[in-house]
């Protein structure tokens, strides 16, 4: 896993999600000075806030296609240069409907990151690994956001939120010479090749996107990956404000406080994979869908429980306690979305399939900040929305466990079907 020629794609893969991560948040911690500047509402704003989702969202899925019939190289190269030039673009910005534009464009750019990379390490680890290096090339994101608050602060404040906006994208653009010029799509033949040819080679047959898309394991495990980003978006949009309105804490504070759960979460990410590969060596009689449901079921619904508890605890220190582990145990199961379309897909279109995952699943970074709003005005408090969120995840859990099944297909030469995975 760690040898010469494959720890500089998981290193490179990693801090794509960091530079991912610090380019998303930034605009959240630059957000007073740019809501200043430009002379912007606070409703504006948080259209602002919700478009880049739009965008996001619908690329998820392209950047997947685009990964699976152009390469994970190029697409994540071309996501990199598209979504740096708009982090700086930013910059130049001069009212609402330009930044809005830009903001829209920016998620569009950073649509493929997760596809790409899935593909990417669908392309250069064998099975056994794969969750393993799903979850320590994606921790690079919660880091990201949690040194995105330092870093663009301590800029803002120092020189200007424009310059933090033109620096972020230089480091998007550094990186992605040096992702051209050294990483090729495929790795050289290997000890590991036989392993890899033989995954290949027990998907002979053509099978179409289309019939992935209708297949119920695919379907719900978006479902929960849905009700992981609900819990993850409410933890990026809301969270902050509640710990100011409702808790009463300085902003100053706050943005102190908000950095425990994204470590927090950054543990858990990098440990997931390596968990669930654990048990999968550990359980292997069973199978290795059995390995990842045993570890997305039980943490996605710890997660769920914890953030539910948080809505009804009366002190600050019990509230933030209980979101902290809510995230890290939402985090443990980060990987595990991506590990299940390895495991039931073929690896033609692993990216394809996983990106159509992801966009059904970042819907709700769409849905869940605006009915968080609604649920706090209406009700005058977030507990409702604590709820809701971890309501979700329980029944994501339970879909989990009746619906996530290896997939059947009929094979075209013999009367006979084929499962996947073995």
Sequence with gaps: MFSKDRFP?????FSAGVINYLDRSALSIAAPFIQ?????????????FSSFSVGYAVFNFLGGVASDRYGAKLTLCTAMIVWSLFSGAVALAFGFVSLLIIRVLF??????????ISKMVNNWFPPSQRATVIGLTNSGTP??????????????VAFSWKVSF???MIIGLVWTVIWFKFVKERPAPTEDAPAMKAEIQSHEQHIPMTFYLKQKTVLF??????AYNYILFFFLTWFPSYLVKERGLSVE??????????ILGFIGLAAGGMISDYVFKKTAGKGVLFSRKVILVTCLFASAVLIGLAGLVTTTVSAVILVALSVFFLYITGSIYWAVIHDVVDQRNVGSVGGFMHFLANTAGIIGPALTGFIADKSGSFSGAFLLAGGLAVLASAAVIRFVRPIIIQTASEDKKDTIPY
């Design 9 to 13: 794609i998981i290193l490179l893969l």
């Design 36 to 48: 200043q500047d430009l002379t912007l509402s606070a409703t504006q704003m948080g259209l602002i």
């Design 107 to 116: 998620g569009m750019g950073e649509g493929p990151l997760s596809a790409a």
């Design 143 to 156: 880091l990201g956001g949690a040194i995105s608050g330092p870093i663009v602060g301590m800029i803002a």
């Design 166 to 168: 033109v620096l972020i």
């Design 221 to 226: 495990t978006a479902f929960a990956f849905f």
């Design 253 to 262: 504070f706050m943005s102190v406080v908000t950095v425990i759960p994204w």
